[in-house]
């Protein structure tokens, strides 16, 4: 890990976040694990609190506010360690972030190509024939 990846995280192109805006606290393990959970603050609780960042301007803020509300949490107990669960919990942060900072594209609707159409066509002509050819013709 280098110097940079200890002091930010990079979110997206346009986007790196100074962990220092990541509050991280740590408290003791739900669940089995015997004296080792019940002595080891190995749960760690990172919490990102969106309008006091200044990793991002008003537009994104406004875009994350929006989807995800003014604090994104991220919660790890899933290893022994203290420090993996750190790094979990701030790769869950710096992910839900990203996916709130995501804008989707806006679709652009298109023609069907002619071999398409001709195709469409052809379909219908060759599924009323069919079906042409199974009435029992009363007229006659």
Do not use: W
């Not at 929006?66 to 869950?92: C, F, M, Y």
């Amino acid at each position: 890990m280098s110097g940079d990846e200890r002091t930010n995280r990079r979110v997206s192109r346009s986007v790196v976040l100074p962990l220092a805006e990541i509050e991280l606290r740590v408290s003791r393990s739900s669940g089995p694990g015997g004296q080792h959970a019940n002595k080891t603050e190995s749960r760690v609780e990172a919490v990102f609190d969106v309008e006091a960042s200044t990793a991002l301007s008003d537009v994104q803020k406004r875009r994350v506010l929006a989807k995800t509300g003014p604090v994104i949490r991220a919660v790890a107990q899933d290893e022994r360690s203290q420090l993996r669960n750190r790094e979990l919990a701030i790769d869950r942060v710096v992910a839900r972030l990203a996916e709130a900072l995501h804008v989707e594209r806006k679709r652009v609707p298109t023609k069907p190509s002619r071999a398409a159409q001709a195709k469409r066509v052809e379909t219908k002509k060759r599924r009323g024939e069919t079906k042409r050819l199974r009435r029992v013709d009363d007229r006659e």
